[in-house]
């Protein structure tokens, strides 16, 4: 499902990913704001006919640049994600690789995150992609629960939703920003979600 939607959100042909290239490096040149149909055609070199028959305005761009974004997270999370080995490794390694696509991803990122605050949470274009990587974690956790890896006291949606939020959030305003270094981030919330998740309380140590 993962490597689907990557595929299924590539560029068509060469003329569709020069408008998505150009767009990218308009956004981080001159910033969104500053985007338009009419530069985005003189930079991709293509006529303003095309980059309308690909896109119906900038935002169309945007979300598509988001949405690619969200689906290679998904893809790099899949070590954990759709793993079944030791947590705490598959943890470090999935949330490594998902902190590399966001690196890469920075300028359209901290747009996306500008525009979900401006308009008071995620647009309609970009939830079925988010939603994914909650549904995602949460039946990790489940499974985990269900083999005895986890206590099953606490709710599995719940949790993957709040070590969600837990992660964008701290990757948005430390790591984006560049407020703390990238190992120490992946280390530190991947220890953080284990210990929420996989640590039995005291009473019930060694009992799974």
Do not use: C
């Not at 303003?48 to 893809?75: C, G, H, I, P």
């Not at 994914?132 to 949606?157: C, F, H, S, T, Y």
């Amino acid at each position: 499902m993962s490597a689907a939607a990557v595929q299924r959100l590539a560029p068509r042909n060469e003329t569709e990913a020069a408008i998505l290239e150009a767009a990218r490096a308009a956004i981080a040149e001159e910033g969104y704001d500053r985007l338009t149909m009419n530069g985005l055609a003189r930079r991709a070199y293509v006529s303003r006919t095309n980059v309308y028959f690909y896109f119906s305005n900038k935002r169309a761009v945007l979300d598509r640049l988001v949405q690619q974004s969200f689906a290679e997270m998904l893809v790099a999370g899949a070590p954990y994600l759709e793993g079944s080995g030791d947590p705490r490794r598959e943890l470090r390694v999935g949330l490594a690789r998902v902190v590399n696509v966001v690196n890469k991803n920075a300028v359209v990122l901290l747009v996306a995150a500008k525009l979900a605050g401006a308009e008071d949470g995620l647009p309609t274009e970009w939830q079925p992609y988010v939603r994914r990587l909650v549904r995602a974690a949460e039946r990790r956790i489940r499974a985990d629960q269900m083999r005895g890896r986890a206590p099953n006291d606490i709710d599995a949606g719940i949790a993957s939703r709040a070590l969600m939020a837990m992660v964008e959030r701290h990757i948005t305003h430390e790591v984006l920003n560049q407020q703390t270094t990238i190992t120490e981030s992946v280390r530190t919330l991947a220890e953080l979600w284990y210990r929420a998740v996989y640590l039995f309380p005291p009473e019930a140590d060694g009992a799974a």
